[in-house]
């Protein structure tokens, strides 16, 4: 069974981190694109950040530049989303995704497979 697990999300004040790591089943990660987007109530699912299968290519919105750093590990199948200085805008839904075209960040509409969500909220 194809799966992608998100795990990590939690309630963290205002300049905390939270480290998000988004494991799969049944597809090996390295030959894909992962991405990290985030939806409010209310609001369009928006790209994050997102790697290329070699690594070699990361993209972040600029709303997060600077603070979220993605990364891999190919022996433990698993992407991971560090975020740093977060805002209370970053609250939502956090969802990681597998696009099968793997040299390429590509737009949401693009990606194959998703997994359930993990909430990250950030007050005080």
């Known amino acids: 069974q194809l799966q992608l697990v998100e795990s990590g999300g939690g309630l963290v004040q205002p300049g905390g981190s939270l480290r998000l790591s988004c494991t799969a089943s049944?597809?090996?990660?390295?030959?894909?694109?992962i991405g990290w987007f985030r939806q409010v109530p209310g609001k369009e699912r928006e790209g994050v950040s997102c790697i290329t299968a070699t690594g070699t290519i990361t993209n972040y919105a600029d709303s997060v530049e600077g603070r979220f750093t993605i990364s891999k590990d190919n022996a433990k199948n698993t992407v991971y989303l560090q975020m740093s200085s977060l805002e209370p805008e970053d609250t939502g839904v956090y969802y990681c995704a597998a696009d099968a075209d793997a040299y390429y960040c590509s737009s949401l509409e693009a990606y194959d497979y998703w997994g359930q969500g993990t909430q990250v909220t950030v007050s005080s």
């Open positions: 049944g597809l090996t990660l390295q030959y894909f694109a």
